[in-house]
């Protein structure tokens, strides 16, 4: 198990993202980069270009999560740009092309589900995944609420992968504040996602280290 925090650039001023993720890095594992495409998800964000400029102003490692129709055409480009792990959905069918295109890249393989998809549907493909990433709000916008139902979902993946001896890591993403926080992590959530509870706070690092306290309240 890690504990990890995400920061979601979802909610950081695209016209300032340089400095935005500078201001959050020393208190970031890693930076989540979501993905819309305007037909997964009705709304329409970033894709390869802005990873590629990410990737020439942080070390950090790039988590993106794609909420796009056709993860097929764009994976080499993600990979180009300097991804570190590419996340598509499971509820597009069978992932383990996309699996093969990415691991042939070198890049993480994550697979995400959505409230409503049973964790049944993502089950098989475990073997296969550095990442399972739970939604925790649907998809498509930062700044909405909490679904505390997927927690049930969390803890059926943590048995599941700990009962296999899996190095698969558990990420949360979706209404992550911090009691939502605390209980993602009791839950057994590995990485916390959060966009609005870190770029919208007044002071987004300060806001960084109040969550991964929250979550983890016994590490140093
Ligand atoms: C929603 C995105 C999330 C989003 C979370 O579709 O996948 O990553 O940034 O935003 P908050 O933390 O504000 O709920
Ligand atoms: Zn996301």
Request: proline letters at 8%; hydrophobic letters at 50%.
């Amino acid at each position: 198990m890690s504990r990890q925090l995400a920061p979601s650039i979802l909610s950081a001023d695209f016209a300032r993202l340089g400095d935005e993720v500078a201001r959050v890095s020393a208190e970031a594992d890693l930076l989540h980069v979501d993905v819309m495409d305007g037909h997964f998800v009705p709304n329409l964000t970033i894709g390869p270009p802005v990873v590629a400029a990410l990737r020439r102003h942080t070390d950090l490692f790039l988590d993106c999560h794609l909420m796009v129709d056709n993860p097929d055409v764009l994976l080499d480009d993600f990979a180009d740009a300097g991804a570190n792990r590419c996340i598509v959905h499971v509820e597009l069918g069978d992932p383990r092309p996309l699996f093969d295109t990415l691991r042939a890249r070198s890049v993480q393989v994550g697979l995400a589900v959505s409230p409503e998809t049973p964790f049944a549907a993502a089950a098989p493909y475990l073997p296969d995944l550095d990442l399972l990433l739970v939604m925790s709000v649907h998809p498509g916008f930062g700044g909405q609420a909490f679904i505390p139902d997927v927690l049930d979902k969390v803890r059926a993946a943590r048995r599941a992968i700990d009962d296999a001896g899996l190095p698969v890591d558990i990420e949360i993403d979706g209404g992550i504040q911090l009691g939502t926080a605390h209980e993602a992590a009791a839950a057994g959530v590995d990485v916390l996602v959060a966009g609005s509870a870190i770029f919208h706070a007044p002071d987004p690092p300060a806001a960084a280290r109040a969550l991964r306290a929250a979550a983890w309240p016994t590490a140093a």
